[in-house]
């Protein structure tokens, strides 16, 4: 709608042998003298039609050009052609635009339109080759929610035409390109449909790297591994997720971050400890790292030191742990209750040691395949004294 004094009103018809004569059971002439009729009609309340030629690219293209030539006759002043099902190829659909200038004498009249559909994952490539060939709007949506597998998605159509303008020249969308992560997430909270991790753009890993050759990239220059900067979406930073994958130069860099200034022999002995961590386990959290120094080089002295730890629990039994700490007084064991194994597991520690502790961060972590140490374990709980 381009403001309430001149409404758009959207009339479509399709296009196509297989919609015409399977689905309404008319003719192509009998179809034609509808659409125009039906953009009259509107045009009788507004300048501002916009026509759409369902299932146009599986249609008769001199018939659709006939029709697109009709309708615009008749007082439409935006065609829009439809990858209704999500059938053309990027090469296809651009030479059907460029068919469409070439063929219809009045198009000059009229803004022409694309609205493809991601059935074949082409949708956004499609909308762009239209782009090239002269198409001036897109009708998309954002993080390509849409009918079956979806529609263009604007947060890529916006961002391949901002990235290479050398392609797309003048052309320009108008978006404030910081609210397309924001607005993604926003529409995941209210729909309830997540991302998928590797979704461009918008996805939780557009901007994180684990490629060891990657990270070391990134971290001596950001665009040789990145061709949008984070910040022009609405991403703070771009992240080195530590895994396997990761090299020296990466996880070092993260020592610092974390506050650790490691000699070259200590660095080596703790990437050898990070490695054999990251074989067992998929992504290395800060948390990670912070015990393995603390346990490697022992930044932290102990006062107190996890012997073993033992729950029991379940839906008709009170959660119980027992506890086995050495301290000054030697091994000292206490069993205690609580409202879940871990709330029960500081209650037997506070009745050991004499120091009532208050919890002060809480965060569940997959542990698959780790060797650790309770006392490490038990380190995923800040606890305060």
Request: glycine residues 8%; negative net charge.
């Amino acid at each position: 709608m381009r403001g309430a004094e001149n409404p758009r009103i959207h009339t479509f018809i399709s296009s196509s042998d297989i919609h015409i004569y399977n689905q309404f059971k008319k003719t192509r002439e009998e179809v034609l003298e509808q659409a125009v009729a039906a953009v009259k009609h509107a045009a009788s309340f507004t300048s501002n039609v916009e026509f759409s030629p369902m299932d146009a690219t599986r249609s008769d293209w001199a018939y659709l050009a006939q029709m697109v030539e009709a309708v615009i006759a008749a007082g439409a002043t935006t065609v829009n052609i439809p990858d209704t099902v999500g059938y053309a190829i990027p090469s296809e659909f651009g030479e059907l635009i460029k068919y469409l200038f070439a063929n219809v004498s009045n198009i000059h009249k009229a803004v022409i339109s694309v609205h493809c559909h991601n059935d074949l994952g082409l949708s956004t490539s499609n909308a762009l080759a239209a782009v090239q060939a002269g198409a001036r709007q897109v009708e998309c949506t954002i993080n390509g929610i849409g009918e079956r597998a979806g529609n263009t998605a604007m947060e890529e159509v916006v961002m391949a035409i901002k990235t290479r303008k050398d392609i797309f020249g003048p052309c320009e969308t108008g978006i404030n390109t910081r609210q397309l992560v924001p607005t993604s997430s926003l529409l995941t909270h209210i729909t309830g449909i997540g991302v998928q991790p590797n979704k461009a753009i918008v996805g939780a890993n557009a901007f994180a790297h684990e490629s060891g050759i990657h990270q070391d990239g990134m971290l001596k220059d950001r665009t040789t591994y990145e061709i949008i900067n984070p910040e022009t979406v609405g991403v703070t930073k771009s992240s080195l997720v530590l895994g396997k994958h990761s090299g020296r130069h990466a996880f070092n860099d993260r020592l610092c971050e974390l506050g650790f200034d490691l000699n070259e022999e200590e660095l080596d002995r703790a990437f050898a400890r990070f490695k054999d961590l990251a074989d067992k386990k998929k992504e290395i959290s800060d948390e990670d790292i912070k015990a393995l120094i603390n346990d490697e080089f022992r930044v932290i002295p102990d006062r107190f030191k996890l012997r073993y730890l033992h729950f029991t629990g379940g839906s008709t039994i009170v959660p119980t742990a027992t506890v086995g700490v050495e301290g000054s007084k030697g091994r000292v064991e206490a069993a205690a209750c609580g409202d879940g194994p871990v709330d029960a597991a500081f209650n037997a520690i506070d009745q050991i040691t004499g120091l009532p502790g208050t919890l002060a961060e809480y965060s569940l972590m997959l542990l698959q395949a780790v060797k650790m140490p309770w006392e490490r374990w038990l380190s995923r709980w800040r606890w305060e004294i």
